[in-house]
């Protein structure tokens, strides 16, 4: 019988960040040795914010240079040409390209969708409802932070939708969390004096 023989090959994690959210020691290593940071212009106090942050709250940890002007145009226009060759296989299949177009009230409603599925008010078909308090009051928030800095940019349309995403989740995580924060009700007994 002929011996198999065996490939070998080597995986490389390339991920910026370690599962504790924590930038990798290695990246950090391979990013100053690629492309040096420029130093900040001498008027510009440095303020580092939350993500550049370490782990206890210390000094700022170097983040990764962005990627250069070039690299940045050329990988926006393999999106198109991939977005465009998309497009072209929904329109062989009978559909319209329009149905993947991208819109506010698509966002909203992609929002709104999932703090549903978080509060446990909707679910998979056939699956069971699961309840994510904290993921739902997260992606209510993310809504209430879009209204707050897009305020005067929205079609009268756009902020209507808006809105009343907002007041229906935000009543529907109040149900939620009472409902939840309530002691279960014991059945109603007989006592046999009727």
Not at 35 to 55: F, H
Not at 86 to 108: C, N, Q, Y
Not at 159 to 187: D, G, H, I, K
């Amino acid at each position: 019988m002929a011996e198999k023989k065996q490939e070998s090959f080597t995986v490389t994690d390339r991920r910026l960040f370690t599962s504790d959210g924590e930038l990798r020691q290695e990246t950090t290593e391979e990013t100053q040795v690629e492309t040096p940071t420029p130093p900040p212009p001498a008027q510009k106090a440095e303020v580092p914010s939350l993500a550049q942050a370490g782990p206890s709250g210390g000094g700022p940890e170097p983040m990764p240079a962005p990627p250069t002007d070039a690299e940045q145009k050329e990988q926006a226009d393999a999106y198109r040409q991939s977005s465009k060759d998309l497009d072209t296989r929904v329109e062989l299949s009978g559909h319209s390209a329009k149905e993947l177009e991208m819109t506010f009230e698509r966002f909203m409603a992609s929002l709104y969708m999932t703090a549903m599925l978080q509060l446990g008010l909707m679910h998979e078909e056939g699956g069971q409802p699961r309840v994510d308090l904290i993921g739902a009051r997260q992606t209510i928030d993310t809504l209430s932070l879009l209204s707050e800095k897009t305020k005067g940019n929205l079609t009268s349309a756009e902020q209507n939708f808006l809105q009343n995403c907002l007041y229906e989740l935000r009543m529907a995580y109040v149900e939620v969390t009472n409902a939840l924060a309530r002691p279960p009700q014991s059945p109603i007994q007989n006592t046999g004096t009727d």
